[in-house]
């Protein structure tokens, strides 16, 4: 019943930004954190962005931290990662997912959507 649907992905030069939107049902979405994280194939899944239930505190890791920003809207049950000055190595499969906590590890996510794919030219 609980669905994450990602959406915005696409394909972008570099330099360039993109606005992935990430809608959240089947649960109550304002007592959880949320987190996005992405895939490359052959590697590891790594995090990249979390915010806490109302906003309040965020968390980026340190290869999109100055460009990268989570926010979310509780009305919509949606939360949203404004990418700009994207860079090849940004491609990725980008995953939305719920938490109960906020947290960068993998871990306490227990639900996950199917991933909108970003590919970004050089």
């Known amino acids: 019943q609980v669905q994450l649907v990602e959406s915005g992905g696409g394909l972008v030069q570099a330099g360039g930004s993109l606005r992935l939107s990430c809608a959240a049902s089947g649960l109550t979405f304002s007592r959880y954190s949320m987190g996005w994280f992405r895939q490359a194939p052959g590697k590891e899944c790594a995090f990249v962005a979390a915010?806490?239930?109302?906003?309040?505190?965020?968390s980026y890791a340190d290869s999109v931290k100055d460009r990268f920003t989570i926010s979310r809207d509780n009305a919509k049950n949606t939360v949203y990662l404004q990418m700009n000055s994207l860079k090849p190595e940004d491609t990725a499969l980008y995953y939305c997912?719920?938490?109960?906590?906020?947290?960068?590890?993998?871990?306490?996510?227990?639900?996950w959507g199917q991933g909108t794919q970003v590919t970004v030219s050089s």
């Open positions: 997912a719920a938490s109960l906590y906020y947290t960068r590890l993998r871990g306490p996510y227990n639900y």
């Open positions: 915010i806490s239930e109302s906003g309040g505190r965020t």
